[in-house]
């Protein structure tokens, strides 16, 4: 298995997800992890004696690197990237099977080709040591497979061209022999993208099952204040915007609440468990009041629970979990973007501070339309019963059957 945030704790973010499809692989297989990422230390090492973790750059290339793992089985998350891309071409070659599975939303940012360029200039300012070792690591798989320079030349074009014109890395290519969809969109997408329909399977969302699981069991303390909860997003470590912007509307919606309607509110600030760095957001929000905690690795869903107002500034699956819970949210839309969230009325936009701290006061926030909010969900689940990941798994031991059978 592959992704960049492969590191001690890494599936209590985002790849947590995986674990509801491996616990159900283990029930039909005997399944050892072994975790293939690009920022750890140069050297392999073990965790428990269960789970194997190794750095890309510590293999010549894709090819060594299948060769010396001997994995029976290629999984990935999202993203189609170049170590990714690395991985399922060399499995190809190998005649591994190869799996990805998309959770969340598909991307719906759109950005004219100008604003592509800045974007991915800015990225190669902050990333491009990183980018480049990646790339430089898939050209020596293409060579390793047996491509020609003339293919390699076209492939390299064809990626530049892709690089400057599109934020989106999904379904660039096709390479993997399955695709694990978490909802209709991610078909939809995958088919207008020309991915063969036969390698798609939409099963719900698997990232939910654990969410599933618990709400039967939460409960929420009482409260004298409003608690508040602002959970955040890693816009500047997707490239999605400058760390400038980024500090600009964190520090202005912390202020705002604390000048305005610190009288009245509990705030709490949830960063992401993997991309971000707890440090930062120290720095931004400690000089306003340094007593404002801010959480990273604390369990998402019981915070919310505990809360009875989300407030953030762009979209990310933990939504999901606090329209699951009936909570409110207020979306901070201060840079005038196209968010679906917005778009499909689930949230309640606003523009600026001021905003914001009137609806707090007024208690105008907990006005929410419930049927619009259930299709909404449903539309992004596809499925809500904790079986995803079973159905992914089911999925998964029918493509290692067939190769089997070859």
Known sequence: MYSDGVYSGHKSGFLKYFDSVLNALRKKLNVEEIWIGAIMGSISKSDEGKIKYYNAFSFRDGNEMLEKLEPDLIMIPNSQEYLSRSLLLAAKFRQIPSVILYSGPPSSLKTNVLKTIIIRLIQLRSFGRMFFKKYVFLIKTLFGIGYSWLYIIKITVKDIYLLLTSLVTEFKSDEADLYVCSNLAWEEYAVSSGINRNKLVVVGEYAMDHVYEKMSHLSKSKSDKTEVLLITSAVVEHGIWKPSMHEEVVTRIVKALKEQVRDIINLKVKIHPTSERLEDYRQMINPIDPTIEIIQKGDLLSLINQSDLIVTY????????????????????????????????????????????????????????????????????????GKCGERAADHIVSLLTRYKRT
């Open 314 to 385: 762009a979209q990310s699956t933990a939504l999901l979990e606090v329209l699951l819970l009936n909570k409110p949210i207020i979306m901070m839309n201060m840079l005038n973007e196209t968010v679906p969230y917005i778009e499909e009325k689930v949230v309640i936009e606003c523009t600026d501070t001021n905003m914001l701290a009137h609806k707090i006061r007024d208690g105008s926030y907990s006005e929410i339309d419930k049927d619009r909010i259930q299709e909404f969900v449903k539309k992004q689940l596809y499925k809500f019963d």
